[in-house]
């Protein structure tokens, strides 16, 4: 017979951080600290309590967005227009610290800041910067980001949406896939081509002949608004075209800082899961002592420690490069996809660990490794990252 009582055995003293094993905290300024704890102590104290009955309820928590807009979270790398101007490392740590709570959380902001405000900032005119930009960071105005199509989003270069001049309108025509916040937005940043190249048009929520459906029984990122977008000779005036660019720079740029982001995010849903594991482990006794003094155990935990140590230099490292203005998509698809593999493979792991109470919501892990099963597919799918990664190697291009 076991004995099934703790063996109490020793434990060996820890001194570091067991989510943070090469204390990249003492690598953060001042100002960069100020922003992970407040973001960390909103998700733990506000948003944490709701996010678990919201992907129940598959419902995205809109009581929240006054509070994140109140943090200075929409848009914080944008200076000026009621913006923080943030540099990219703290907006790394905002996505860490929400993906932490849960990974709609952060794609409501991901999609915010990085899909709708930027390419505002980036590529439109000072009257659509004007309009837009401070209600979208008061949180007042919602925007999402229509670049996915039905019949494949690999490949926006075939993108089927068009809009054709009409006098001093556009008039657009197509469907978009796959849309977050589809279907709460006061307005799409839309995608589509043109005689002229791949424009983007500021579609808003009353225009004529704009429909946005919910897509429902989501089985991942239920706490997050996904829909489908119907453009049906919609006239959209030039004045909310975006006059920056004309080419599939304009979408891609956009995807390179939410990608940025994302390599943060997954960061936070990986500790949340090594998290749970570690106290889990410590209670549950199993054949005579505690699961975590197992060896098989240790090893998998040690492994979630040494991918999420590794994820964090690779995050830190690309956020400086970024605030030096030396971002290359290529760096930010690398660090994509080490980052989603790893977590994905982390809330899976931590998933078995707890066994049969794995797959209760009670337990952050099933919740995670759900969501996260959205977050390796958008933004690029783990394939997409590897061949921008192969075509930066080897000077081929392998998508066509
Ligand atoms: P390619 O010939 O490579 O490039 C066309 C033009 O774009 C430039 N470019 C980029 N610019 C900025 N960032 C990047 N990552 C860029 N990649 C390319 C490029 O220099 C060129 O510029 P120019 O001026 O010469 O015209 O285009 P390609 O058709 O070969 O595409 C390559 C590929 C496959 C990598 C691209 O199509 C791709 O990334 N596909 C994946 C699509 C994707 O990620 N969709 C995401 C939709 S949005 C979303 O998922 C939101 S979820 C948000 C949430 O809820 O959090
Ligand atoms: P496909 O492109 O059809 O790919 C199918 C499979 O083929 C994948 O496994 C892919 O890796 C593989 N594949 C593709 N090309 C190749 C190749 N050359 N070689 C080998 N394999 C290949 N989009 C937006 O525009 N805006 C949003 O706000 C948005 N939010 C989203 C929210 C959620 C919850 C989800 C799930 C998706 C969202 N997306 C959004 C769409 C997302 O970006 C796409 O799902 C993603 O880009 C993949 O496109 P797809 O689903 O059409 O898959």
Redesign the pocket.
């Known amino acids: 017979m076991h004995d099934i009582k703790p063996t109490a055995a020793k434990m060996a003293p820890t001194q570091l951080d067991p989510l943070d094993l090469y204390d990249v905290r003492s690598e953060l300024s001042e100002d960069e600290l100020i922003v992970r704890d407040t973001v960390a102590r909103f998700v733990d104290e506000q948003a944490i309590p709701l996010m678990r009955e919201a992907f129940e309820q598959h419902t995205f928590p809109r009581e929240l967005v006054p509070q994140i807009a109140e943090l200075g979270l929409l848009g914080s790398s944008i200076e000026g227009y009621d913006c923080a101007g943030l540099n990219g490392v703290s907006y790394g740590l905002i996505c860490q610290e929400l993906e932490r709570g849960d990974s709609g959380l952060r794609?409501f902001v991901s999609?915010q800041s990085s899909?709708v405000m930027y390419p505002i900032h980036a590529f439109g005119s000072s009257e659509q910067k004007d309009r837009w930009l401070p209600p979208m960071a008061r949180g007042e105005a919602i925007g999402?980001?229509?670049?996915?199509?039905?019949?494949?989003?690999?490949?926006?270069g075939n993108m089927k949406t068009h809009a054709k001049r009409d006098g001093d309108d556009w008039i657009l025509n197509g469907a978009?896939?796959?849309?977050?916040?589809?279907t709460i937005a006061d307005c799409a940043v839309v995608w589509a081509k043109t005689d002229e190249g791949i424009k983007g048009f500021i579609v808003e929520k009353d225009m004529p002949g704009f429909t946005a459906q919910e897509i429902e029984n989501?089985f991942?990122?239920r706490a997050?608004i996904?829909g489908a977008l119907f453009f049906d000779n919609v006239r959209v005036p030039a004045a909310n075209v975006l006059p920056g660019v004309s080419s599939l720079r304009g979408?891609l740029s956009c995807l390179t800082q939410a990608r940025y982001g994302i390599t943060w995010g997954v960061i936070g849903a990986a500790q949340a899961c090594l998290d749970e594991v570690l106290n889990y482990t410590q209670d549950r006794v199993l054949f005579g002592k505690p699961l975590s003094h197992t060896q098989t155990i240790q090893i998998r935990m040690a492994d979630m420690a040494r991918r999420i140590t590794t994820a964090q230099l690779l995050s830190l490292r690309l956020g400086r490069i970024k605030d030096a203005g030396e971002l290359s998509p290529t760096q930010v698809s690398l660090a994509k996809w080490n980052n989603c593999r790893a977590a994905i493979d982390i809330a899976r792991d931590a998933r078995d660990i707890l066994g049969g109470s794995g797959i209760s919501a009670e337990y952050v892990p099933i919740r995670h490794m759900l969501n996260l099963e959205?977050v390796i597919?958008?933004?690029?799918?783990?394939?997409?990252h590897q061949?921008a990664v192969g075509r930066e190697l080897t000077g081929a291009n392998?998508?066509g």
């Open positions: 794609s999609v899909l999402c980001f229509g670049l996915t199509e039905p019949h494949g989003g690999s490949d926006p978009k896939m796959w849309i977050t916040n589809g989501k991942s990122l997050s996904t979408p959205s597919t958008y933004e690029g799918t783990e394939t997409i061949l392998a998508f």
